[in-house]
């Protein structure tokens, strides 16, 4: 089973939506944020104000490439450097999960605990359509998630994958059918 990079901004359902892929596929995730803290023996937002962004991406690289789960939840930020969007496009498939800047708001009015979320309005705005179109740019897959719950995100996950497993398979057939020629 090659891998599952579930990527998009913070608060779109990444870790949520892991979870319940693992469980359904029996499966086992990761989670990046999750898999730093622990390696780290920090909280994210510590690691922020201690040592700020950029080693926090770096430590973000590293953990990625040691990961070899079947589906990985990323911190919404994987897709700021380079070289963990050539990890993940090399080693699976990447699935975005879109949700609209209204829409992530919603989900974090009360969430204390994202760094890059406490900066002013404008700054999360400019932040969020930066990494949106980095999103669009990388997927391989992109589900809305907004205003779903996470059964129908499932449901539209594995629809996406099933058609593009159909679109894979009949291409592949298509090559093999030129070769007997």
Not at 102 to 114: C, F, G, P, Q, V
Not at 120 to 149: F, G, H, W
Request: charged fraction near 30%; charge should be negative.
């Amino acid at each position: 089973m090659t891998i599952v990079y579930l990527v998009g901004f913070m608060g779109s359902g990444k870790s949520t939506i892991a979870k319940r892929l693992s469980q359904l596929w029996n499966e086992t995730y990761a989670d990046t944020d999750q898999e730093i803290e622990r390696m780290y023996e920090k909280k994210i937002p510590d690691i922020f104000i201690e040592q700020g962004e950029s080693a926090f991406r770096d430590y973000e690289s590293k953990v990625l490439k040691n990961l070899n789960e079947p589906i990985i939840a990323t911190g919404g930020g994987i897709v700021e450097r380079k070289e963990n969007i050539e990890w993940m496009k090399q080693n699976g498939t990447i699935i975005y999960l879109y949700a609209s800047f209204h829409e992530i708001s919603k989900r974090l009015k009360d969430d204390m605990n994202r760094p890059l979320w406490g900066h002013s309005l404008e700054k999360r705005k400019i932040l969020y359509k930066k990494r949106q179109a980095m999103y669009e740019a990388c997927a391989d897959i992109t589900v809305d998630t907004d205003e779903k719950d996470v059964e129908t995100v499932i449901q539209d996950i594995m629809e996406c994958l099933n058609k593009s497993c159909m679109y894979l398979a009949s291409y592949r057939e298509v090559i093999i059918k030129s070769k007997e020629r």
